[in-house]
Every structure is written in C-alpha cells, then in structure tokens.
C-alpha cells in the first residue's frame, strides 16, 4: 500500500508570493491533517479535514487556509509568504476523525521562504 | 490550552543501556496519549498509544509507556537500546472530545551509539 505522499517535496518561494501544498493520503482514510514543523520543534497543528469539511484549526493566521477534495486528498495554501514561515509541512491522514485514529503521516514539504 | 513538555532534548547512550523519555503535558481533561518516532530519512510513524485501560503499554520494537494520571505524565522507557533506536522522539496529546487540536512536544533526539 502506498503511504501517504506529499508535493513538492521541496519548494523555495520569495516573500510575498503565495503556495500550494500537495496530499494524498492512504487509500481509505478519509481524515487529512497538516502541520508545520519548524527546526528543532516538534510538529505545530495547522488544520484538520474530515469528510471535504474542517473540523479543527490551530493558532496560524488566515493568510493559512486548506481544503480537502472529493478524492480526500487536500492542498495547503499559504499567501503572502513571510520569512517565519519556512518550515517542514507534513501531512498525516487517518481512517477517521476520532481522537484515537493514529496519524500516518508523510514525508513533508520543505518549503524555503526567501 | 493543552501543552506538551519533553524535557531531555538530547540523549546519548550506549548499547545496552536502559532508557526513559519524559513526556509531561498540562490539559485537564481526558486525553489521548501518543508517542511517535523519526527514524533518520524516514517518515513520523507511531510507536504507541494510550487511550485507556492498563496504564502501562507496550508498543513496538521493545518500548513501553507508563500513563500516570496524577503527574500528567507519559514516559517513554525501552530496558535495553540498539543502535537502530537512533531517532528523534515526539510525544503528543490529543484531547478527547471537543475540537481537535493534537499537541506535539518539541522531541528528543536519541543517538546510540554501537
């Protein structure tokens, strides 16, 4: 079974630009998380998608939206792109919503703000 | 708000040698506990959970947790590492009901050295 796969897997962008996140997760799982993982931390939760709606948000400001398609895959936008925001972006998908569905999760997106 | 503490950032062992991760979080309600592992190259993967029941539990590759409820703990414990248990270690917290919002700690990098 193919794992859950991220695209790009590498992304340099210049401030002010915007970008587009890429996920597929695991045949059959419907849920689909992103996070963002900065260097020396451990994964910051960004949004979750459930069924093509969200069903959580952490702390990121608007210019951080998302959105999951009828396939289940999801796309992470993020406009107006500031130098903070370089960081690893993973993806975990799981068979549903519930607290205790364990996350699978991919190998991330690092993007590059300059 | 839940938070996530991992106390030891950095561990160094030598094969053989007994270790204990500390995982302490701050929520008051009921939560779900996980502990998830960056081998080198690889993708996060989960190395186990605690949802309820016995509060010791085992997980894969050797490793057990111990939940204790009264120091909000979720300590990490293997009796005898190998190097193939260098790795970067991450403990998370899921609250149990309401909004979804999983809290990672920041990791603890493990190296074991032959």
């Known amino acids: 079974d193919a794992g859950v796969t991220q695209s790009p897997t590498h992304l340099i962008k210049t401030r002010g630009q915007h970008v587009t996140l890429r996920c597929s997760p695991i045949s059959g799982h419907k849920s689909v998380s992103w996070y963002q993982q900065v260097l020396g931390q451990g994964p910051q939760f960004i949004f979750q998608y459930y069924e093509k709606e969200e069903r959580g948000r952490g702390n990121f400001p608007d210019r951080f939206s998302a959105r999951q398609f009828p396939n289940y895959s999801s796309e992470l936008n993020v406009n107006a792109l500031l130098l903070g925001d370089s960081a690893l972006y993973l993806c975990?998908?799981?068979?549903?919503?519930?607290?205790?569905?364990?996350?699978?999760f991919g190998n991330g997106t690092r993007l590059t703000v300059t | 708000a839940q938070s996530v503490s991992q106390h030891n950032h950095h561990v160094i062992l030598s094969e053989a040698a007994s270790l204990e991760l500390g995982c302490n979080y701050s929520y008051g309600g009921t939560v779900n506990l996980f502990w998830y592992v960056q081998y080198p190259g690889q993708h996060l993967q989960l190395l186990l959970k605690y949802f309820s029941g016995d509060p010791l539990v085992k997980g894969i590759k050797g490793f057990e947790a111990e939940f204790i409820k009264s120091k909000f703990s979720f300590n990490l414990r293997k009796p005898s590492v190998q190097w193939s248990d260098t790795a970067e270690y991450f403990c998370a917290v899921f609250s149990s009901g309401g909004s979804y919002i999983p809290t990672f700690g920041r990791g603890t990098s493990l190296i074991v050295h032959p």
């Open positions: 975990a998908s799981s068979f549903i919503q519930g607290n205790n569905s364990p996350l699978h």
